[in-house]
């Protein structure tokens, strides 16, 4: 099944090469770190190594509190980051550029590939973010004696449909790893259906509850605030991670809010790609506008449209904004985190579409933190969204309520990092791992953190 898996792998990268041709010439993907991700990495000597691999920027962000108490509970361990998208990679780099002494591309997941990076690295242990399972690396893994560990693990509605169709290698591939750690006891349950083994799976909620913003990201928001005048007591609607065609509706809904009062608009595209196309629209849209990444014109204060065409800002600026939407949601993407605008203690609305994040989006409905609408497209999604965010404008006491409660919500959930760190210590070195063997953390079944 593997050589299977191997070959599909290898026909798939043929068959797509004019697309990935195109994003390089277009956008400069896939062609950064190229020698990295055949194998080629820097070499780490003198130290046992902690490999924390996450795919992109949701996963680097929210690594940052394990990555913080792995440097301050293994000082003697180096630990390394891999990525595996640009804009993933991109973070990290700043990000972990204090803790971690090195940071790379994923390798491709041939059998070679992966183990010249093993051999590269060779990691103590190897530390993967929610749910990212290559066949190859792990088997690797496994032949190595290297122990994986699953940490912040989820499995979203979608995704779990897509492995029961290959359930039967799933298993395979699961009985590489030596821990799970989910998020809820949802995943945890869809990991075991999956072919996990019980006395593997573990859940210590999310990681991302834990996230703080750094003190660069508050000298990001200084700085953010002062160019744009944002405390000049003009309401600031705060659109992140958006997709097409959010942007439109979102635009649609700016303008009949300004029929009746003064509005401005911060829009976050979530992917880079399309940071041109949105300028154009909002270009289009006839209203003034300032683009964060041009240098700095008199004129920015005034702009009634602000885009934050950057990566890894976003955080920094949830804070300015009256409001919050969250996209990913009115169309059916499966939503994005929540849960760093709630830590800022903002008022959060996002669209219908939230499988990816139901757990969170579950309790922050649970405890009054969040407004979601219903499922509306096109026209009635702007009429809707206009209704929603022209409450909530209105209403300053409704907007408190629901800060107040998203915060408290992320307070009362916070230790993930805590608990995942006791679950993963003992693979993180020999000594630990020996003593654990008779350890009930690893004997015993725990579901619930």
Excluded at 73 to 81: G, N, R, S, T
Excluded at 139 to 145: G, I, S, V
Excluded at 236 to 254: C, D, N
Excluded at 351 to 359: E, I, L, S, V
Aim: net charge positive; hydrophobic share 45%; charged share 20%.
């Amino acid at each position: 099944m593997y050589l299977f898996y191997s070959l599909l792998l290898s026909l798939g990268l043929l068959v797509l090469i004019p697309h990935f041709l195109f994003q390089a010439l277009a956008h400069g993907k896939y062609v950064a770190g190229l020698r990295q991700r055949l194998g080629s990495v820097p070499a780490i000597a003198g130290k046992p190594v902690i490999w924390l691999h996450c795919v992109s920027v949701g996963e680097t962000q929210a690594a940052r509190p394990l990555a913080q108490r792995l440097k301050q509970e293994f000082p003697h361990h180096a630990l390394v980051v891999s990525t595996i998208t640009l804009t993933g990679q991109k973070l990290a780099r700043d990000v972990f550029r204090n803790v971690a002494e090195s940071i790379f591309y994923f390798p491709f997941d041939w059998r070679w590939s992966a183990r010249r990076t093993l051999k590269k690295i060779n990691p103590t242990a190897v530390l993967i973010m929610e749910t990212e399972l290559w066949p190859n690396f792990l088997r690797e893994c496994k032949a190595r004696e290297i122990p994986v560990a699953l940490v912040n693990g989820r499995i979203s509605r979608q995704s779990y449909r897509r492995y029961t169709l290959i359930k039967f290698f799933l298993r395979r591939v699961l009985s590489c790893l030596s821990i799970a750690v989910m998020q809820s006891e949802t995943d945890a349950q869809r990991l075991q259906s999956l072919g996990m083994s019980e006395e593997k799976l573990f859940t210590a909620g999310n990681l991302k509850f834990d996230a703080e913003i750094g003190s660069e990201l508050t000298d990001k928001t200084n700085e953010i605030r002062e160019r744009f005048r944002l405390e000049s007591g003009v309401p600031l609607i705060l659109a992140a991670s958006t997709h097409a065609p959010e942007e439109e509706i979102i635009l649609e809904s700016l303008k009949q809010l300004r029929t009746k009062e003064p509005v401005r608009l911060m829009l976050a595209p979530r992917h880079p790609e399309r940071f041109n196309e949105v300028a154009s629209l909002i270009q289009s849209s006839g209203l003034s506008w300032a683009r964060r990444t041009n240098p700095r014109d008199p004129n920015d204060p005034n702009a009634t449209i602000i885009l934050l065409d950057t990566i890894g800002e976003l955080p920094a600026t949830y804070s300015l904004a009256t409001v919050v939407f969250v996209g990913g949601s009115i169309v059916d993407k499966g939503g994005h985190n929540v849960l760093e605008p709630a830590a800022a203690g903002a008022a959060v609305v996002t669209g219908a579409h939230t499988h990816n994040f139901h757990a969170i989006v579950d309790l922050m409905h649970e405890a009054g933190a969040i407004i979601q609408l219903p499922p509306v497209e096109g026209a009635n999604a702007s009429d809707e969204l206009t209704r929603v965010l022209g409450k909530l404008l209105s209403d300053a006491d409704a907007r408190a309520k629901l800060g107040r409660r998203a915060k408290e919500l992320i307070t009362n959930n916070q230790g993930a990092a805590i608990r995942t760190m006791k679950l993963i210590a003992p693979l993180l070195s020999p000594t630990q791992r020996e003593s654990s063997r008779s350890d009930s953390i690893l004997t015993a079944n725990a579901h619930t953190s």
